[in-house]
């Protein structure tokens, strides 16, 4: 899987792609990771300023991203990635919800996946209305832009392609989960008090512990 970020702010993700698991995904090759800055495709005038929000129209508060460098920004996508299946991706709070379901269609049907990380008070609707942009949320509130969004989307979608994981079993929905774990000690001692594990884990009875985790879950 490619994934192709559109984000004025490529520092953001410098920490969270190049640890862990995502981090290890791209040193082995199994998905890839490039940045596309909206800036980079303005032509810059002699002072080098290079808007890419402007004043909405009909007025109210905030700014808005203009369409055009958005808009150049995947054309060029579009022109490397030629007869692959791609995606493109944008965020709004009222759209369809992104679950693990929607992780596994994207991770199963598609090789490049756009994603467009809006700023201010969000980008020019026609954005949308060209490309017919696969529209998700990742909850009912608000972030400041679509750089977190992004890379819940990048996380939740590699987890679901082979490798990326080294055992499926390590996907938490392909196994009975529960809201409740425990390690070592059996016995934590805090201020005073005598915290134990279940019994039932230390049975060694996997049904009994299976059905326990589906109580918990």
């Avoid at 590699?158 to 529960?178: A, D, F, H, N, T």
Wanted: aromatic share 10%; hydrophobic share 35%.
């Amino acid at each position: 899987m490619r994934f192709h970020i559109i984000t004025i702010f490529p520092d953001i993700f410098d920490s969270y792609l190049n640890e862990s698991i995502i981090g290890r995904a791209i040193k082995n090759k199994i998905i890839s990771i490039k940045f596309y800055n909206p800036r980079d495709f303005i032509k810059a005038p002699k002072n080098n300023y290079r808007p890419v929000d402007d004043k909405p129209y009909g007025g109210g508060p905030g700014m808005v991203m203009r369409a055009e460098p958005i808009l150049k920004a995947i054309a060029k996508i579009l022109s490397v990635v030629k007869g692959k299946k791609v995606l493109i991706i944008n965020f709004i709070p009222s759209a369809e919800k992104f679950t693990t379901i929607s992780a596994k269609k994207i991770s199963k049907n598609y090789t490049d996946t756009i994603l467009i990380c809006g700023r201010y008070e969000g980008i020019d609707a026609r954005v949308d209305k060209i490309l017919k942009t696969k529209k998700f949320s990742v909850g009912d509130y608000v972030l400041t832009g679509g750089e977190l969004p992004t890379m819940i989307l990048i996380d939740s979608i590699s987890r679901q392609i082979k490798g990326v994981l080294g055992k499926y079993e390590s996907l938490e929905e392909e196994r009975v989960s529960s809201s409740e774990i425990y390690t070592r000690p059996e016995i934590l001692k805090y201020k005073g008090k005598n915290y134990k594990v279940p019994k039932v884990l230390l049975s060694g009875n996997h049904a009994k512990i299976e059905e326990w985790r589906k109580s918990k879950s």
